[in-house]
């Protein structure tokens, strides 16, 4: 069996652990009116001890064995107010409390201990209710105020069980046999920022730098943070540091508000996005030492910026893309996918980014359509924009004359359609090869500083422009221009090769 872990900290000024360098290897949660000198001390806590038979903070439980109380069972409260023996020489470490479930277990709410929540389906499965209430945190208590300066508090009264007979809701949340780091917004802590400081996690209230949770990233795999309801929250992600060991973190923002989270990378992360509705998501950041998993709900725009690569993935089949920029230098991407709006997210100092918006089609439904308004492709750092088309009928339309700061590529298996006016260094279009039967129409203009390279279509149809300083157009391509196909710069030149066939009616 599992086991939930929970390990927190308490004010004892006449404490005699020796703590006087110590880093701390569990995690420390602060009292929110404990003012900046106890957030600096690094001699502010003993950590509180479950075997102790204090109760549990999050559930109000003995610590007991691993094994779930057989029926009509009880459990023998033993005397707290009898000080217990510690070794002088103990450092901070807590000890596990036996009050979770295994994942993998089954659990409802008849069991005599645990208790679970239904967090958002799209996500994960039903995990253990670290508060115990059975309901979405915000409207609760912060827990840390349940943590007065020298005592531990009773939690029941704080944090009752929920009626057995009441539907259990609520959204993102833990793995009962992670270790984790959990923290519900409390009035006032609308922005908010966690960091990571080599092997040490930090949740800290942007409008004060006050250290609201803290843990060693050792002791925990997982961050579970919850905004508050009707609430502005927003949540700040610094990985500007690269990690050294895997975790997941989950942010809900809570009912209503306008919620929002941002990214902060590091230049070596690769970053997968993957949009599953309107509001939630997930997101891999891959560094070169460990990879931070993050999955969000109850949110409006996310942000990332300040790394190498980063991919959005649509889970849908037919999807509507628009892409315009939100905020001088930057670029934002929104539209539905299957049918379902799903979460904007705009970049920036994002070196290669690209958009697949294929590799969920189904046959027949198939047909997908990126607009890039007039703004263009104006994100500051980008140097390629790739796109990723399926096997339908796929169409890249351009308002106005938009300009590509960098180099965009556009690939698909299926057809594709251009309309608008693409300015930029350069452009490669690439099919799927001479057997899919992919097609090219351009209908607007192609200008380009740069080269052109078009391959992997059977043909192309020009009644448009197309303007580069050279290039190619290869694999067995029949070509139709009944446009204009022109060359720029002193000894430019663009060569046709692989069997291509000209059907020449333009200039």
């Not at 997982?222 to 990985?239: A, M, N, S, T």
């Not at 260094?425 to 052109?452: F, K, P």
């Amino acid at each position: 069996m599992g086991m939930l872990t929970a390990f927190v900290a308490v004010d004892d000024s006449e404490s005699s652990l020796a703590m006087d360098d110590a880093q701390p290897t569990v995690l420390d949660i602060l009292p929110s009116d404990s003012g900046p000198e106890q957030k600096k001390d690094p001699n502010l806590s003993e950590c509180y001890d479950p075997a102790d038979c204090l109760e549990d903070l999050f559930s109000g439980l003995t610590d007991v064995s691993s094994t779930a109380l057989m029926a009509g069972e009880t459990i023998a409260k033993q005397d707290s107010s009898v000080p217990q023996e510690r070794d002088p020489d103990e450092t901070c470490s807590g000890q596990p409390a036996s009050a979770g479930f295994s994942s993998s277990e089954t659990v409802d709410e008849n069991q005599p201990f645990g208790h679970v929540e239904f967090i958002d389906a799209r996500l994960a499965t039903s995990v253990y209710d670290h508060f115990n209430d059975g309901l979405d945190p915000p409207g609760q208590p912060d827990f840390s105020t349940t943590l007065p300066n020298d005592t531990v508090a009773e939690s029941n009264a704080r944090h009752p069980l929920a009626d057995p007979s009441a539907v259990l809701t609520g959204e993102v949340f833990a793995d009962s046999d992670d270790l984790t780091m959990a923290y519900c917004a409390l009035t006032g802590h609308e922005t908010l920022t966690l960091r990571f400081k080599g092997q040490r996690v930090e949740l800290v209230d942007d409008t004060n730098d006050a250290v609201l949770a803290a843990a060693a990233l050792t002791a925990i795999d997982r961050i579970d943070i919850r905004g508050q309801d009707d609430v502005d929250d927003l949540l700040q992600l610094d990985l500007s540091a690269p990690l050294l060991r895997d975790v997941t973190i989950a942010f809900s923002g809570g009912a209503g508000g306008y919620d929002s989270l941002v990214l902060l990378g590091n230049p070596s992360a690769q970053v997968t996005y993957t949009a599953i509705g309107t509001d939630a998501g997930w997101i891999e950041l891959s560094g070169p030492y460990a990879t931070a998993s993050i999955q969000f709900s109850g949110l409006e725009p996310v942000t990332i910026s300040n790394v190498n690569s980063h991919t959005f993935t649509t889970t849908g089949d037919e999807d509507v893309i628009t892409i315009d920029s939100p905020a001088t230098g930057q670029n934002r991407i929104s539209g539905t996918s299957g049918g379902v709006t799903f979460e904007a997210l705009s970049f920036f100092n994002v070196a290669n980014f690209t958009v697949d918006i294929g590799a969920n089609d189904s046959p027949g439904n198939d047909a997908d359509s990126i607009t890039i308004d007039s703004a263009g492709l104006v994100a500051s750092g980008l140097q390629t924009f790739t796109i990723k088309t399926g096997s339908g009928a796929n169409t890249l339309e351009v308002l106005g004359d938009v300009t590509a700061v960098g180099q965009v590529v556009v690939e698909t298996t299926g057809n594709l359609i251009l309309a608008g006016t693409i300015q930029g260094q350069s452009l490669t279009l690439r099919g799927g090869g001479q057997a899919s039967g992919s097609t090219l129409s351009n209908g607007g203009t192609i200008d380009l500083s740069g080269r052109l390279s078009i391959s992997g279509f059977s043909s192309i149809e020009n009644a448009g422009a197309m303007r580069s300083s050279g290039g190619s157009i290869s694999s067995y391509t029949t070509l139709t221009n009944a446009g204009l196909i022109e060359t720029i710069g002193s000894g430019s030149t663009l060569s046709l090769s692989g069997g291509t066939v000209i059907n020449q009616s333009g200039a």
